[in-house]
């Protein structure tokens, strides 16, 4: 299949996704949210329309509460601010309903020892997953020893996952610094989903790539297996992604904000995940076999 004979030019591509994401983090760092750095956020409602950004910005400033304003829905504003007590919350309150009646939508606040925990617990989660993903596919594919070594199919889900959790970050890094948009325990939830999600479609293709080993191992090299096992699972593995990016894609439309970044970073994330099973993993695969062929002779 195509996916094999040019992989080189996808290994490129991935690459150079993969080198624009984590150039976007370094230069630009990630926008975290209260979440995990502690502070307060408010979702205000102007039913009968929401004043000027600028303005109310404005009204704000007395208050030095370190206040970002970000328009969302039709009549709200989301404000992030530092870490607030009751008093606070009423001064704010108070400068609010100045521009009109006011509906509170939402109130969250988290101290900035809390968050700090949670963040920790969160790099935790993502690295105890992709651990036991590796360990399960090590044992699952342990009585594969031939022509590659079941461990190794362990390493190569290793660097799809790490493909599909950067390519995220590096876009919420982009989005972050541009549009303000937030690393919170949603997306920590929706890279978790994703890592769960890619990994099934590389088992797929892997499994299969086992299952024609058994019955072509003798007629055709290990290449010539895989590329086929590609296209075996290619249009399943494609169908069922466009079926799940379609809810998704209507639920950042029609959910409102507290859905939509968290849907984005699913969408994101099941392309990434997508591309990385079929045009990475499995060719990957084949370039460790060709690396064995090299070092044998």
């Known amino acids: 299949m195509f ?10 591509f991935s690459t150079l996704i993969i080198l624009a994401s984590l150039s976007a983090v370094a230069v630009w760092g990630l926008n975290m949210g209260i979440d995990f ?10 039913p009968a329309g929401r004043p000027d950004q600028n ?7 007395p208050l030095n509460l370190d206040a970002s304003i970000r328009a969302t829905g039709e009549h709200a504003y989301l404000i992030r601010m530092k870490d607030i007590d009751q008093a606070e919350k009423s001064s704010l309150l108070s400068v609010l309903s100045n521009f009109g009646n006011t509906t509170e939508k939402r109130f969250d606040s988290i ?28 044992y699952a594919f342990r009585k594969v020893s ?35 948009y937030e690393i919170d325990t949603l997306f920590i939830t929706a890279l978790l989903v994703v890592l769960g999600f890619s990994v099934h479609d590389t088992i797929v293709v892997f499994d299969r790539v086992r299952e024609n080993l058994k019955e072509l191992s ?16 290619f249009t ?9 990016l379609l809810a998704l ?25 997508t591309y990385s099973s079929v045009f990475i993993g499995s060719p990957l695969l084949v370039t460790i076999w060709k690396w064995q062929g090299k070092k044998g002779k």
């Open 249 to 273: 894609v209507v639920l950042y439309f029609v959910g409102g904000s507290a859905t939509e970044h968290f849907s984005l970073a699913l969408i994101i994330g099941i392309v990434a995940g």
């Open 111 to 138: 101290g900035p020892v809390l968050g700090s925990e949670a963040l920790r617990k969160a790099l935790f989660s993502i690295v105890l997953v992709i651990l036991a993903i590796v360990l399960f596919i090590s």
């Open 146 to 180: 031939e022509p590659i070594s079941s461990w190794k199919y362990g390493i190569v889900a290793i660097i799809a996952l790490i493909h599909d959790v950067i390519i995220p970050v590096g876009v919420f890094s982009v989005l972050g610094h541009f549009a303000g």
């Open 37 to 46: 750095k502690g502070g307060s956020i408010i979702e205000i409602e102007y």
């Open 3 to 12: 996916v094999v004979k040019y992989r080189k030019f996808f290994y490129i």
């Open 236 to 244: 399943r593995s494609i169908n069922t992604s466009l079926t799940t």
């Open 218 to 233: 003798i007629k055709k090299p290990f290449d010539l297996i895989v590329g086929e096992s590609i296209g075996q699972t």
């Open 55 to 61: 303005e109310l910005a404005k009204s704000l400033t």
